[in-house]
């Protein structure tokens, strides 16, 4: 059993910055590919970056440039650096861990960009 605890959400000027962070507790944290999806409103949820053990990372295109994530398996913790946001940008964010057959959901955690 994983928890995963997501935090660092807010309000941001577009063009600013944000930090999203994912603690995790429980076992076997290495095991999990790490994820960041996000869901604005009246649209389906959609993954924006995974992060493998191996730290190979994938994003979707629309934040290639502008986002990275990262993971401190130590700190059993991911983060997102968010830059250069943009008010398309808001939406829940939520982290996600995955392995073979099993697939944990955090919270999520709000994210609005506007001036």
């Known amino acids: 059993q994983v928890q995963l605890v997501e935090s660092g959400g807010g309000l941001v000027q577009p063009g600013g910055s944000l930090r999203l962070s994912c603690a995790a507790s429980?076992?076997?944290?290495?095991?999990?590919?790490m994820g960041w999806y996000r869901q604005a409103p009246g649209k389906q949820r959609e993954l924006v970056a995974t992060?493998?053990?191996?730290?190979?990372?994938n994003y979707a295109a629309s934040v290639k440039g502008r986002f990275t994530i990262s993971r401190d398996n130590a700190k059993k913790t991911v983060y997102l650096q968010m830059n250069s946001l943009k008010p398309e940008d808001t939406a829940v964010y939520y982290c996600?861990?995955?392995?073979?057959?099993?697939?944990?959901w955090g919270q999520g955690t709000q994210v609005t960009v506007s001036s």
């Open positions: 429980g076992s076997n944290f290495r095991i999990y590919v």
């Open positions: 996600n861990a995955a392995t073979i057959g099993v697939t944990y």
């Open positions: 992060i493998t053990n191996g730290l190979n990372t």
